[in-house]
């Protein structure tokens, strides 16, 4: 899981980016207290029936028997052996899931997960249906991989393709690419509440060249910086006002299809959205998965799946074997650091005590994230439950820690964005609560609502 963003409220310093970051990759891998750990890039989340099985295959052959997906609708392999990297690497090249040696850690681009497959809730929604979302991941992936330049980018460097619904604009990317249902199409750089008009049929230009003008503007400033949001002051904002994004995850269940001709996509094919309880999965449960689909996957980054095309009638299979198919669950919006015995650094089994505790409490409220270590490595962006591990039992916060930039409850996106993340907000009220007492905390916690 990623760890925490870093802080930049105007005025808070930069991180000191001096050195190559250590985010993992495929051929990258990094040691942990279970084994070593691989994390393959998944551009937009997308992976055929062939690759997920290669994926399952490897993580029973190479590793623990689980896989687990990321916030940014990644997979990552644990529990390796320290000398399997050549023969991971050999499996992934096999099925297409290792385009670039040089690039394979920069293939960081999440998108909205169901673009093209079921109209966004609201009849008033922005979703682009006319956008073809995976067409841009995929000319994205290429040319980034066939760039020189781009290799320079930090493993942690996000681009974001949102068909206009805001789920994947929410997340905050360094570089985030936004469709209007009018046709227009608008460029947001990091943080900024202002975004740069695009011209159509430039999209995947306008991303890489704001990408490339990032780096440029590093070198001659002499900065270091992973984000753009670490240096909100070195690239222009556009003239166009952003909205406020949904940042909402598909709902579990069967998707809505619309028929009839849509420009560009086709008739909108409906599918198969689940959850996986963590974002992990036994290799058993990824095997389902893929039994269920329709020939593809694409991986969200809430940690879930969405099957595309995939009919409702596999949907009790799907619930058999462990994943999310209903809403209501207390395990929406539940997530968790790895903790014991993975990280060393945590004070606590955070995803055993988490799932006692969802297990006993009914469902709904407020995202809840569990973290082991005052990193709080996947947490949610925007307001959440913080879960947090004190080795005497846990430290229950009410509407905090607050990421920066991110806007709850309709609060001043200016203000929002000046809230470091890894600090209470004003109003945030904690409680220390033993093991036993912390199932009810956070069910209180997550039905409150100021």
Known sequence: MPPTPD?????????????????????????????????????????????ALALADAAEALGDGELETTSRGNVQLRGLASHCGAELAERLRAVGLLPSDTHERVRNIVASPLAGLSPAPSV?????????????????????????????????????????????????????????SDGTRLLRLGRAAYGHPVEAGQEVTAVLDAARSFLDALRASGRKAWHLREVPDLLPDGPVPLPAFAGAAPAVGALPAVAGPVPV????????????????????????????????????PWRGAVLPGAPADRLPALAAA????????????????TGLPGCSKSLADVRADAARALDVVAGGGRPVHWSGCERRCGHPAGRWVDVL??????????????????????????????????????????????NEEMAEAVAEARRTTK
């Open 124 to 180: 008033d929604a922005r979703a682009d249906v006319r956008a073809d979302v995976q067409a841009w991941v995929r000319e994205l992936d290429a040319r980034l991989c066939a760039s020189d330049w781009a290799a320079g980018l930090s493993g942690k460097f996000l681009f974001a393709l949102d068909d206009g619904r805001g789920d994947v604009a929410a997340l905050d990317a360094d570089v985030t690419l936004i469709a209007g």
């Open 322 to 337: 462990g994943f999310r198919t209903a809403p209501g669950s207390p395990w929406e919006r539940a997530t968790a650091c």
């Open 389 to 434: 591990a004190t080795g005497q039992g846990y430290r229950v916060t009410v509407n905090g820690p607050a990421a920066a930039g991110a806007v709850a409850d309709g609060a001043d996106a200016a203000a929002a964005r000046a809230v470091p993340v890894d600090e209470p907000a004003a109003d945030a009220v904690s409680v220390d609560v033993t």
């Open 265 to 300: 996509v086709g008739a909108l094919t409906g599918g198969l959205s689940v959850g996986m309880r963590f974002g992990r999965a036994t290799v058993a449960q990824w095997r389902a998965l893929v039994a269920a689909s329709a020939g593809e996957l694409r991986l969200t």
């Open 7 to 51: 802080a930049t409220a105007p005025g808070a310093a930069v991180p000191d980016r001096g050195r190559a970051d250590a985010c993992p990759g495929a051929l990258r891998l990094h040691t942990a207290d279970d084994g070593a750990l691989a994390r393959i890039r998944l551009p937009g989340g997308l992976l055929t029936d062939r690759q």
